[in-house]
C-alpha cells in the first residue's frame, strides 16, 4: 500500500477495498468478456490487447500509486495475457460436436483413468516418503546442500533423459531386475514419480520451516517423543503445504510427456471397469498421437476434455482446503 494512503495516524480504505475485492474482480472480469467476445465476434481479436492493457493501466492508476502503480500494471498485463489468451482462444475456438465424440470414446475413458490414476500412484508414493525428507532438511543436517541438489535434479533434467535414467536405474539391470518397468504401470509410475517430486519435497519443507520451532520444544518439555511431536504437532501445521504439494505433484504428473513417452509409451494395465488388462495411453502422449494422427481439431477436442477435468479437481481440492475464506477467489 502506497504512503499516499496513510492520513491521520492510519491507512485510509481504498475504492476497491470498499466495494469488496470479490465484488470488483467479478466486475472487472465481466467487462473483460463482454469486451473480448465482442470484438471476437466483429473478426478484430487484437484489439482486445489495447482494451486490456488500458484496463490495466487505469486499474494501476486507480490503486493511487501512481505512474508506478500504471506500469506495474501494464507490464504485469502483458505476461497475463500471454499466458491467458492461448487459453481463452483455444476455448472459443472448440467444435462442440468433436467434443462430444470424444467425450462418448471408451479408448479417451480408458485414457483418462490411467491420467488420473497414474498420477495419483505417484503423488502417493512422493508423498509417503517425500514428507519425512522435507522434514529433515527443514531442521537441517550435514550434507543437506547434496541432498538438496538430488531432489531439485529432475527440476533441470530435460523429461527425456528422465525416463532414460528411469531404465537404466530400475530397467532389467538396474536396481530390481525382477521387476518390469517397459510399458508397465509401475515404470509409469516410478517416471512419474521422479518428475514430480521435487514438488512435493519442496512444498512441504517451506511448510515446515514456518513452525515455530517453540511448539516442538514445549511437545518435548512435557514428554512427547520425537514421533508424537511429528504426528501431533509438524503435520497438523503443515498439512495445508503438504497438501498443496500433492497437489501440484499430482498436476505435474498428469502433465507429464518426454519419460512417460521413454518408459511407457504403451502401458499395460488393470482397467477394473471391464475388469481385465488393457492398454492405453497417458493423456500427453495420447494427444500428441492423435495431433500426429487425425489433426489438430481432434487432439484438442481430446485436450479441452483433459483441461476440463484437470480444472475440475484442482478446483474441488481448493474449495475443500480453502477454510478460512471459503472461496477460490
Do not use: C, K
Amino acid at each position: 500500500m502506497s504512503d499516499s494512503n496513510y492520513e491521520d495516524g492510519g491507512y485510509r480504505a481504498q475504492p476497491t477495498a470498499m466495494l469488496g475485492r470479490g465484488s470488483v474482480v467479478l466486475a472487472v472480469l465481466t467487462v473483460q468478456a463482454i469486451a473480448f467476445g465482442t470484438l471476437y465476434v466483429i473478426g478484430q481479436p487484437t484489439l482486445y490487447v489495447g482494451v486490456a492493457l488500458g484496463s490495466a493501466a487505469l486499474l494501476g492508476w486507480r490503486a493511487n500509486d501512481g505512474w508506478f502503480g500504471v506500469a506495474a500494471a501494464t507490464f504485469g498485463v502483458v505476461l497475463l495475457l500471454a499466458l491467458g489468451m492461448p487459453l481463452v482462444m483455444f476455448i472459443t475456438r472448440q467444435n462442440p460436436s468433436l467434443i462430444v465424440e470424444a467425450a462418448r470414446s471408451s479408448e479417451v475413458h480408458t485414457m483418462l483413468y490411467l491420467t488420473i490414476y497414474g498420477p495419483l500412484l505417484a503423488t502417493v508414493a512422493s508423498l509417503v516418503f517425500g514428507v519425512p525428507l522435507a522434514y529433515l532438511l527443514a531442521r537441517g543436517f550435514s550434507g543437506q546442500a547434496i541432498v538438496e541438489s538430488l531432489v531439485d535434479l529432475p527440476l533441470v533434467v530435460p523429461h527425456s533423459v528422465a525416463g532414460i535414467l528411469i531404465l537404466f536405474g530400475f530397467g532389467r539391470r538396474g536396481l530390481f531386475p525382477g521387476v518390469s518397468v517397459l510399458t508397465t504401470i509401475t515404470g509409469m509410475v516410478l517416471a512419474l514419480t521422479f518428475v514430480s517430486a521435487p514438488f512435493a519435497v519442496n512444498t512441504t519443507r517451506e511448510a515446515f520451516e514456518t513452525i515455530d520451532s517453540r511448539l516442538e520444544y514445549a511437545a518435548r518439555s512435557h514428554g512427547a517423543t520425537p514421533f508424537e511431536t511429528f504426528r501431533r504437532i509438524q503435520i497438523p501445521l503443515a498439512y495445508r503445504g503438504i497438501l498443496t504439494g500433492g497437489v501440484l505433484a499430482w498436476a505435474r504428473g498428469v502433465s507429464e510427456f518426454g519419460a512417460v513417452a521413454v518408459v511407457a509409451y504403451s502401458v499395460n494395465f488393470f482397467y477394473p471397469f471391464t475388469g481385465e488388462e488393457t492398454v492405453a495411453q497417458h493423456a500427453p502422449v495420447y494427444i500428441f498421437n492423435t495431433f500426429t494422427s487425425a489433426g489438430l481439431a481432434d487432439a484438442s477436442a481430446v485436450a479441452f476434455i483433459l483441461l476440463v477435468m484437470s480444472a475440475g479437481i484442482f478446483l474441488i481440492v481448493r474449495l475443500l482446503t480453502d477454510t478460512e475464506s471459503g472461496s477460490v477467489l
